[in-house]
């Protein structure tokens, strides 16, 4: 399997239900992120969690991080329509120089059924 | 709330050509990157810069692309003679520094070679 590699890769559920996706990745990481991409469009950071960190919460967002099973988890709750979108999952490494380079997986598509 | 901002928002150009995709990143940030997702797949990393030079690039990222930051603000990748596989959307990040920090995604520019 590729570094970041969500699963489900599509999820459709009804508004307000709760929808869960969950990345697995291979290589250690600094930090893990979640961004949005809705059809066509760019790149929207949702949450960063730190590789020291477990759990993270902004707003409907909840991320979990286990780096002993190199895997995460990133649950909306009470999904709305405007939540239809793709969800990538992406880590990064730092580098000699401090930079990072991202790796992107290959992302879940939920749609929420209004 | 600053963000990257990406010009144009589309372009269409004939196989062989030369076009320049721009990109001016967050004010404050040190590091700028170039990603590009081919419709329907993973967003896939090309090339990352800091201190006015390359700190790592993809093996995408061959010697028909460069790299430039011709002045404070912008940032650009040149394509010097497109192929139709480089139909694709272009994203440029920037993060203020590395490491410990998330990456700010631009718009995209939607390139399609003829």
């Known amino acids: 399997s590729q570094q970041g590699e969500e699963d489900p890769q599509a999820l459709s559920i009804q508004e307000g239900e709760n929808a869960t996706m969950n990345c697995s990745y291979k290589t250690s990481i600094n930090n893990l992120q979640w961004y949005r991409q809705n059809s066509g469009r760019g790149l929207v950071h949702l949450i960063l969690?730190?590789?020291?960190?477990r759990e993270k919460h902004s707003g409907r967002l909840r991320v979990t991080l286990d780096t002993s099973k190199k895997s995460s988890s990133l649950l909306i709750t009470a999904s709305r329509a405007a939540d239809t979108a793709s969800y990538f999952c992406a880590t990064d490494r730092a580098r000699s120089g401090g930079y990072q380079k991202v790796t992107f997986g290959t992302g879940t598509k939920l749609q929420v059924i209004p | 709330e600053p963000e990257v901002t990406q010009t144009p928002s589309h372009q269409v150009t004939q196989m062989g050509q030369e076009v320049i995709l721009r990109c001016v990143p967050i004010s404050n940030h040190l590091y700028f990157y170039w990603y590009r997702q081919i419709l329907g797949q993973k967003v896939e990393f090309l090339v990352s810069f800091y201190n006015n030079e390359i700190s790592e690039k993809s093996e995408i990222f061959d010697d028909q692309f460069s790299v430039e930051r011709p002045d404070g603000s912008n940032f650009t990748l040149k394509i010097r003679s497109t192929k139709l596989e480089d139909s694709a959307m272009y994203f440029c990040?920037?993060?203020?520094?590395?490491?410990?920090?998330?990456?700010?995604f631009g718009p995209g520019t939607r390139l399609l070679v003829l």
């Open positions: 969690i730190r590789s020291n960190e």
């Open positions: 990040a920037s993060s203020v520094i590395s490491g410990q920090e998330t990456q700010y």
